[in-house]
Structures are given as C-alpha cells and as structure tokens.
C-alpha cells in the first residue's frame, strides 16, 4: 500500500482543476514541495502561489525541475482525468519512471487513513459537502475535507487538520474515480443520466453507484435520497437511511417555510431511527437554511443525517446550519436590487438547469428573467439537447454560447444550434463569449442569470460591472 507521506516532491498537471487544486492543498498543508501546470493562470492559481505551490503556464518539458527528470521514490506525479494523454507534459513523466497517479487514485489513497464520509451523486454533491464540511467545523470537530466548489465560509475548496482523523470528500462519478473510495459513511444525493461519453447508459451509471455503495465499511452508513432507495438491496454489514423533504421517510422536513432567500424548517426522525441515532426527541425543530430551493433543504437533510450518526449534538447542527454561506457559482446572487437581480449557477445537466431557473422565478415571480447559457461538453450537448431544451423554456430571453468543450474535441454537427432551434422562446439568440457584454448592453436586463461550468465564469465581473 502506497504509504502519502513518503512523497516528498509533488508536481500535478492540472493544478488548476478544482479537484487538482484541493490534493496541491492537502500537500503544501503536509509541507510538501508543490509543483503544477496549467494551461492558463486564474484566480485560483495565483493563490495557490501565494499558498507556496510552483506552476508553470507552459506546455514545455523544460520547465519541469531537474527533481523530476528521473525515478525517485520521493517523487509522485498526480494528473486530472480531464487532461489528454497526448499532453507533453503527461508524455514525459510517463518516460521518467516517476510514480504517476490519477487525482482520484489518490485521495483513495489519503482517505484510507481517515473515518471517511463520501458525498455521492449526479446533483447536489458539492453543496452536500461544504454543507456538512461547515456543520461539522462550526460544531468545533477538526475535519479534513475536499469539496468540489470553493466554499464561501473559508473561501477555499480545502480544510485540514492535523488533530481529527474525519475526512469529507466529494465522490465523483465521473470516470468512475469514486470506486477507488472505502467509506465510512457514504451519501448518494441523485443519480441521473450523465456523462454518456463514459457510462454506456443509465442502467450502468445506477449500476456503479450500487457498486459504490458495497466499498462502503463493515459496519458502516448509506445514506439515500428517498426516490433512489429502491435502486439498493438492504445489506445487513451496513446501516442505511433515507431522507426527504417531499415524501415519508426516515429522516424528514416538515413545516416548511420560505422566507425569501431562507427556508426555515423542522426535522422529524422515525422511531428506529432516534432509537439508532441515541436521541431523546424525534424532533429537531426551528432549522433555519440560509439559502433557496427546495433540492438545498434536501441536501441539507443529507447533511444533518450524516451529523447525526457521529453523534453532533442538535443544538450545534441548528446553530452551524445558520452561518453557512454557500458555495461560489452555486446560485450565486451577485446583484440584488429593484433594478436589477444577478445571480450565476455553475448548472450543466438538464435538471441542474431546470431547478436553478425553477428556484428563480419562486423568488422574483413577477419579473423577466434572462438566460444566458454556456453548454458544456459536445458530448453533454447532443445527448440532452431536448432536455436543456425543455429547462431554458422558462426563460423569457434565452442567450446561448458556443459549447465549452473542456476535455473533448468537437463532434460533427453538434453546436449551440441545436439546442437553440429545439427552444420555444419567443426571444432567443446565439452570442459567442467575446461578444456577451455588448449584447446584454442592448438589453432591458431586469433578471439575469448565467449558467454553465465552462468558462462563463471569466464574465461573472465584467457583467456586474456593466450592471452597476
């Protein structure tokens, strides 16, 4: 078993990659020597700099330290799963006979020193994990924990300590990186159609969650949104728990109400489950959610429960959920005026899509709501052009970019086209990135949302200021 600790000299190629960035984290906190590439530099980056990583903006094997030139058991190599096996850079660790390792390959390997708890799911994951990540460090527990999204509490995507041996760490589906993950305790938030240019249909991505859910310890946790359970067989060596907050089950809200950007609710436990989880009451009651939309009371429900089975007192989980503040490009309100609302989502899938915009207009009901869209994927956006379709229909102005296409090369006669000739919207358009700003100028902007998990991200300040 490859021992984390015996590595001296890290480079990571894809330093810059939200999942990347959080191992770099993890290794500067060890006091490792931290190197990186990245095709550009950002934000984050530049922090990681300040933090004490080096990364080089150039694909030029010339840059790489002489460390690294050849085999050495001080060295480990980490990779993004989103970077081309054509990369020179990848080519030339692959020659050194350094130890070159997926980024998910090794946070399996760091979490097996941990009580870890695994965040699964095709939706809600991110949100899932800073949520808990922040009860738990405001409930004064010292966690370690990777998270998906930078977190608006510690504006980081990284917390570690020295002292708790409990991990949180977001599992991917993608590339199937979770199955390198034993958990301790495991949550699967949804599971949806998704990423089709690895999983062949939706039976085989339900197929590699339910294999997921066998990796998790002998006496362990699942935890399960309701609407999924029935996908999982009970296992008598694992413990498992629904949660919902439409329909009965084991952990439940109840009494709901949605005071503008907050939700306050009760939740209500069943008897075998307060039995199971020590607790005096099957009540839990005044929770307070500071932010909208009813899949945020879900995934905060998930949160709770996974609270609940290490044993985190009611009054600090109540008392934690209260500061929580988010996560950056997850509903993300920039602008909030009488004359103008922004708020950006990182939504990519259909149903993210359709649940931001739902979200929205159940907070400003009477007002137009501009959408600009920046499809993700050429895979992404010919499997669920219908889908995205159908969710942009809500908005009264809909704005398309060009496809981010991240990780992949076109694909012949998929284009922003052919979602955009699938909308009804009385008002629709195609506009490539460089020319947004100008045409939303032309526009009587009233609510403006931006989604996407591409570079749209790049506009977030550019179209504030406009808006100011």
Known sequence: MTNINSFDNIYLIGIGGIGVSALARFFISKNKNVYGYDKVKTELTS????????????????????????????????????IDTSNSLFAFFLKSGNLLKKRSEVL?????????????????????????????????????????GISRNYDSNFMFSNEEKILVVEADEFDRSFLYLNPDIAVITSIDEDHLDVYENYNEIVSVFIQFSKQIKKGGSLILEKNIEELFSLNSDIKTYSYSCIQDADIVSENISLNGARISFDV??????????????NKIANVELPMPGMHNLSNSLAAITACLIINIDYHNIINSLKLFQGIKRRFDIHLDTLEHVFIDDYAHHPKEVLLTLKTTKE??????????????????????????????????????????????????????????????????????????????????????????????????????????
């Open 47 to 82: 922090k990681l700099e300040k933090e004490g990583a080096t990364i080089f903006y150039s694909e030029n094997s010339n840059d790489i330290p002489k460390i690294f030139s050849k085999n050495s058991f001080n060295n480990l190599i980490i990779y993004s799963a989103a």
């Open 108 to 148: 399996g390997i760091i979490s097996q020193d941990y009580f870890t708890i695994a965040i699964a799911g095709t939706h809600g994951k991110t949100t899932t994990s800073a949520m808990l990540s922040c009860l738990l460090k405001e409930s004064g527990i010292n966690l370690t924990s990777f998270i998906g």
């Open 268 to 281: 209500s436990i069943n008897q075998l489950t307060k039995d199971a989880f020590l607790l005096k009451s």
């Open 363 to 468: 907070l400003y009901p009477n007002r137009k709501m501009t959408v600009v869209f920046q499809p993700h994927l050429f895979s992404r956006t010919k499997d669920f052009a219908q889908e995205f379709a159908d969710a942009l229909q809500l908005a009264e102005e809909l704005i398309i970019t060009e496809i981010f296409p991240a990780r992949e090369q076109p694909i012949n006669g998929v284009t922003s086209n052919l979602i955009l000739e699938l909308c009804s919207n009385s008002k629709k358009q195609i506009c490539s990135s460089s020319n947004l700003i100008n045409t939303l100028k032309s526009k009587q902007i009233d609510v403006l949302i931006t989604l996407g998990a591409g570079d749209i991200s790049k506009l977030i300040q550019p179209i504030k200021h406009m808006l100011n």
